[in-house]
């Protein structure tokens, strides 16, 4: 079974900056796209930031020349760079990916990492 395992979060002031990081495990023929999601308390989850397999990406235009988005295909992993950071960017990260497993293409999310902004 796929794994998706985030790291990076944690509390950070305003302006200042975090580093998320997302691993996948298991059995993994190849993977697609893959994202970043978050969710604040009491709000609806959104997509913050994706990636495809060729580098191609697309960011919420909240988080527009802020956060930026990689990979590294080596390792199934992608990041979130968080910069500028602002306390309405507080809310739970998810990693999401779509990973081709025995030739079937399925969606897989991470346990989430909380991201608390200071003001």
């Known amino acids: 079974q796929v794994r998706l395992v985030e790291s990076g979060g944690g509390l950070v002031e305003a302006g200042g900056s975090l580093r998320l990081s997302c691993a996948a495990s298991?059995?993994?023929?190849?993977?697609?796209?893959m994202g970043w999601y978050r969710q604040a308390p009491g709000k609806e989850r959104e997509l913050v930031a994706q990636?495809?397999?060729?580098?191609?990406?697309k960011y919420a235009d909240s988080v527009k020349g802020r956060f930026t988005i990689s990979r590294d295909n080596a390792e199934n992993t992608v990041y979130l760079q968080m910069d500028s950071l602002r306390p309405e960017d507080t809310a739970v990260y998810y990693c999401?990916?779509?990973?081709?497993?025995?030739?079937?293409?399925?969606?897989?999310w991470g346990q989430g990492t909380q991201v608390t902004v200071s003001s």
């Open positions: 298991g059995t993994i023929f190849s993977i697609n796209g």
């Open positions: 999401n990916a779509n990973v081709n497993v025995r030739g079937t293409w399925k969606n897989y």
């Open positions: 990636i495809t397999s060729s580098g191609s990406t």
